[in-house]
């Protein structure tokens, strides 16, 4: 019986120090966590703008980077990511898009060309699609598939397509065997497409 109440009191002893480490850990990280939260973001929009970078950037300089050359602008209710040159002209513009993916939330930045209906760039900060089919939309192959396409297909009506055998002005090739991840990938960019269209 003693036994058995020594076992019980060290087992919770043990959880009860174990839950205030983790706690101290998990309180102690958060700041750097957020930190490097923001600079994966920073160095996203970067990359969808084509903002020039080195790639041994720090996170600190990474945001010093993008706080010299993109400036934060709310097109009605859309925010967007202006990148400007030293004389103030507009080299490109970049949006947030978002939404649900096959398995967790997908997040990134859509950039467009002045003209407001050329695709400049695409990065994904945020997703969990499978590795090898739905997580090839990080790829570089794929994502540079988007450059240079229309937002708005040839019917006039604002939007993309992703699909197998991509042709057309707004049509991007699709990834083999990620079809529901492209199907949603296509959504939620067209969503974001859509805002834009309506407030430019």
Do not use: H
């Not at 598939?145 to 991007?172: L, M, V, Y």
Request: proline content about 6%; glycine content about 8%.
């Amino acid at each position: 019986m003693k036994g058995n109440l020594y076992t019980l009191c060290y087992a919770a002893v043990l959880g009860s120090a174990c839950a205030i480490v983790l706690t101290f850990a998990a309180t102690f990280t958060a700041p750097y966590k957020q930190a490097n939260a923001e600079a994966e973001e920073a160095r996203n929009v970067l990359l969808a703008l084509k903002v020039p970078f080195p790639p041994e950037a720090s996170s600190r300089q990474i945001l010093e980077i993008r706080d010299q050359n993109v400036k934060e602008k709310k097109l009605g209710d859309v925010v967007t990511y202006v990148y400007s040159d030293a004389s103030g002209k507009t080299l490109a513009v970049a949006l947030r898009f978002s939404g649900p993916g096959l398995w967790a939330p997908i997040k990134g930045f859509l950039a467009l060309e002045p003209d407001m209906k050329t695709i400049r760039g695409l990065t994904f900060y945020e997703q969990e699609e499978t590795p090898g089919l739905g997580g090839e939309i990080t790829s570089d192959w794929f994502r540079s598939n988007f450059a240079g396409k229309s937002i708005i297909g040839p019917d006039g009506k604002p939007g993309i397509e992703i699909r197998t055998g991509a042709s057309g002005p707004n049509q991007i090739d699709a990834i083999s065997g990620a079809t529901m991840t492209c199907d949603k990938v296509e959504a939620m960019l067209n969503q974001a497409i859509r805002s834009i269209v309506q407030e430019n």
